[in-house]
């Protein structure tokens, strides 16, 4: 069984160190080691042995998995929310479907609407996610944290991870995938009976690593009129 780290790991001298007390102890339980001079000796080298065999199998399976996470996003990033099955069904309902961008209502757009679509997946626990029309974009997403690519498009760039935090409520963090760092974060916030809702919306600078709130964004359903304010 091959290990497997987030893609964009850092390999920092904490993590050296923890992967050498690792096969530091390959020596101190191995029963087999019954000599001082092999313990010193021999030992040493399969320790070596042991740490180049993780760090080559750190670097093998780095693509796949979620991304590098600092103390700071651990906080930004709250784990999905346990919602027992009728919680669950209630939020997915709400959250499925196609959203609408109100620009009057919104503090941070300009110009048309935005269309969003979640297309629910027969699993209940994820959704086709793209916008406007361009359905051949669309990337599949799991409500899990779990990052997946934001769109189909080959020149995708940016990973997305979908939180619940509770029934009303969708996290949404982006990842570089070159090195996982988190960019930008959004929150979606939906009404009890699913016709409205509000993006807060996040940016981090990436020089300085602050972030600082951009606005929010109204969205409704389409057939909302009362809403859109038409």
């Given at each position: 069984?091959?290990?497997?780290?987030?893609?964009?790991?850092?390999?920092?001298?904490?993590?050296?160190?923890?992967?050498?007390?690792?096969?530091?102890?390959?020596?101190?339980?191995?029963?087999?080691?019954?000599?001082?001079?092999?313990?010193?000796?021999?030992g040493f080298c399969m320790r070596w042995i042991c740490a180049v065999v993780l760090m080559i199998g750190f670097s093998a399976n780095t693509g796949d998995a979620v991304p590098f996470q600092g103390p700071e996003d651990a906080i930004l990033a709250p784990p999905p929310a346990k919602l027992d099955a009728q919680q669950w069904t209630r939020m997915f309902?709400?959250?499925?479907?196609?959203?609408?961008?109100?620009?009057?209502?919104?503090?941070?757009?300009?110009?048309?609407?935005?269309?969003?679509?979640?297309?629910?997946?027969?699993d209940g626990r994820s959704v086709l996610y793209y916008t406007g029309t361009d359905i051949k974009s669309g990337a599949v997403q799991a409500l899990d944290g779990r990052p997946a690519r934001a769109s189909a498009r080959p020149t995708e760039t940016q990973a997305i991870a979908?939180?619940?935090?509770?029934?009303?409520?969708?996290?949404?963090?982006?990842?570089?995938?070159?090195?996982?760092?988190?960019?930008?974060?959004?929150?979606?916030?939906?009404?009890?009976?699913?016709?409205?809702?509000?993006?807060?919306?996040?940016?981090?600078d990436d020089r300085t690593g602050k972030w600082t709130i951009n606005g929010v964004i109204h969205y409704c359903r389409p057939d909302n009129t009362q809403c859109l304010g038409q």
């Open positions: 069984m091959r290990l497997k780290l987030p893609y964009g790991t850092r390999v920092t001298a904490n993590l050296t160190s923890e992967i050498w007390y690792g096969c530091r102890m390959f020596d101190v339980y191995n029963p087999f080691i019954k000599n001082t001079v092999l313990a010193s000796t021999g309902k709400r959250y499925s479907g196609t959203w609408q961008s109100n620009p009057k209502k919104s503090t941070t757009q300009s110009g048309g609407t935005i269309t969003l679509h979640y297309a629910p997946e027969p979908r939180i619940p935090v509770d029934e009303f409520t969708v996290a949404n963090t982006f990842h570089r995938m070159k090195d996982g760092r988190v960019t930008s974060r959004n929150t979606f916030v939906m009404s009890p009976d699913g016709d409205a809702g509000v993006f807060v919306l996040m940016n981090r």
